[in-house]
């Protein structure tokens, strides 16, 4: 059947449409998560990037954070994309997941809500982990975490 | 009535003593301000943070070490780098490079340079800069690198769209004094390439192996970041053979949990992270780097700060310090390191996830540095 034979490009396209949750989890951790913006054929240039403070991203619509943004992010200072602000998905400040995640990054529930306060604050608290992925998809440029590696043509690790 | 207490005029040697103490005061403030290292360099002593690499008191030798700084570029404007920038080159190709082709002009993207639909955050422009401060800085604002007579050779890989294996490939063989199609010879080859960038694979690819092989033959030594993955395995080019690969400690000699986490890890050292709930000194746990700011009404300030996270900084660390050791022995080879290296270890604590860890930290002396002469 015609209709079925893909060329190598539309494989690569619907393997990336494709969601793919694997299954590797680590125990008391998550995964630091980014935003992808609308994928189109002409950014995808079959480049095997390499990125400061990052890893295996391996298209060009993922967006590039460093670890320090991802610090002062989650301490409610601003992080410029170019002209655009950084958004921060949060769960609620003392929610067992988020407690952990701000343990990885030596915060504490106060210190989010204090955060959270700043009137400059791109964080945006949503109920729980399920919203996650939309926050991400809606709020692009945006981060946050899941439990496990999450990639898939909207949401990618950042590092 | 009110009552007024005169003070009698004092004599002249009063006014004497007075003045040479206000000047012995300043000129304690004076040094004291001129010459406070950051805490990760702090000489040995009661108040020295574990992890510290205690080269602050140490005197470099008398050749002047050329350290190439492959990542996103650097600004030579900024004054905690003055004096110690040599010509570098800017190796993004001509299809990815917002100037159109490679050139001698090392600096970084402007601000708020974007490519295509990629959105990247300000603080990749000024990765470069701060990690040559870490190695060279010339002591501005107290920025001190580990050693400020080293000469930095900026070689830009890395601008907004990313970066390519091939031009870190070109990168790396230019630096080291290898020729370079299309390139004019680098006249100042380095002898210590430092890459703090990964994100290639989880093998290394073999163009990029031989590339390092041949720079190591060359005597150059390569340094590259181990990776803020969460304690995963180590990605190119830090598991390249042959190159150094550096982890990140915070100023309490454990490892930080960003790292990756791999035994073939070479060595670690201070990569600063989440401010410690200790009341020293160095609580904040950031690294000094030279970078930028926005002021008040958004342009950009070229300052110092407390803020260096990441192995990105730690390895920088330990590229200052060989170049350091290699500034009284030029002659020293990859291999001396690699004979010698227990001289310049301290224990650091394993992690119950990485059972064949042995993780080493960077720790330095004038007895060690001359025991390797």
């Not at chain 1, 729980?128 to 692009?140: D, F, G, I, R, V």
């Not at chain 2, 301000?33 to 009661?46: M, N, Q």
């Not at chain 2, 033959?217 to 550096?246: D, H, K, M, W, Y």
Request: charged residues 20%; neutral net charge; proline residues 6%.
């Amino acid at each position: 059947m015609k209709h079925l034979i893909f060329s190598k490009r539309h494989l690569f396209f619907l393997s990336i449409v494709l969601i793919q949750v694997m299954t590797h989890a680590w125990a008391n951790s998550v995964v630091w998560s980014c935003s992808r913006s609308e994928p189109k054929q002409t950014i995808f240039e079959g480049i095997r990037a390499f990125h400061i403070e990052k890893l295996t991203v391996k298209d060009e619509d993922t967006i590039s954070i460093t670890l320090m943004d991802l610090y002062a992010a989650y301490g409610g200072e601003v992080i410029q994309m170019g002209k655009t602000k950084l958004s921060v998905c949060r769960l609620p400040a003392h929610d067992p997941l988020q407690v952990n995640a701000l343990e990885l990054l030596g915060y504490n529930s106060d210190d989010l809500l204090k955060a959270s306060k700043r009137s400059t604050s791109s964080l945006i608290e949503i109920p729980s982990m399920h919203e996650m992925h939309k926050c991400l998809s809606e709020n692009h440029p945006a981060i946050g975490f899941f439990q496990n590696v999450v990639e898939n043509e909207r949401i990618a690790p950042c590092f | 009535m009110v009552q007024t207490h005169l003070n009698p005029l004092p004599s002249t040697t009063e006014r004497v003593v007075h003045l040479c103490r206000l000047l012995l005061v300043w000129g304690i403030y004076n040094a004291a301000s001129a010459h406070a290292a950051p805490w990760h360099l702090e000489s040995a002593g009661p108040n020295t943070p574990p992890a510290s690499i205690e080269t602050a008191a140490m005197t470099p030798g008398s050749h002047a070490i050329t350290v190439a700084v492959i990542d996103s570029g650097v600004i030579a404007e900024h004054p905690a780098l003055k004096g110690v920038l040599l010509p570098g080159f800017d190796m993004v190709a001509g299809s990815r490079n917002s100037r159109g082709e490679r050139s001698p002009n090392f600096a970084p993207d402007p601000k708020d340079a974007t490519c295509r639909q990629k959105l990247v955050s300000a603080s990749f422009r000024t990765h470069g800069t701060e990690v040559a401060s870490l190695i060279a800085g010339n002591g501005y604002d107290n920025m001190w690198g580990v050693n400020p007579r080293a000469q930095i050779l900026p070689v830009r890989i890395f601008n907004t769209c990313g970066m390519l294996l091939e031009d870190m490939i070109d990168a790396i063989r230019w630096s080291s004094g290898l020729p370079v199609a299309g390139v004019p010879n680098n006249p100042h080859p380095a002898k210590i390439i430092n890459i703090s960038i990964t994100g290639g694979v989880l093998s290394c690819r073999t163009d990029l192996q031989k590339t390092i092989d041949a720079a190591r033959r060359a005597g150059t030594f390569v340094v590259a970041a181990a990776g803020n993955n969460f304690q995963r395995p180590l990605a190119e080019p830090a598991n390249c053979e042959g190159v150094i690969s550096v982890g990140a400690l915070s100023a309490e000699n454990k490892i930080e949990n960003y790292s990756a986490l791999d035994a073939r890890t070479t060595i670690y050292t201070t990569g600063g992270g989440p401010t410690l709930r200790v009341s020293q000194p160095w609580a904040n746990n950031k690294l000094r780097v030279a970078t930028t700011e926005l002021n008040m009404v958004g342009n950009e300030q070229l300052v110092v700060a407390d803020k260096g996270i990441g192995t990105s900084f730690a390895a920088p660390v330990v590229s200052g310090f060989l170049s350091l050791w290699l500034s009284y022995n030029p002659q020293l080879k990859p291999q001396d390191w690699e004979s010698q290296l227990d001289f310049f270890v301290r224990q650091v604590p394993r992690l119950e996830k990485c059972a064949d860890c042995n993780p080493r930290g960077l720790v330095a002396s004038d007895l060690t540095i001359r025991r390797s002469k």
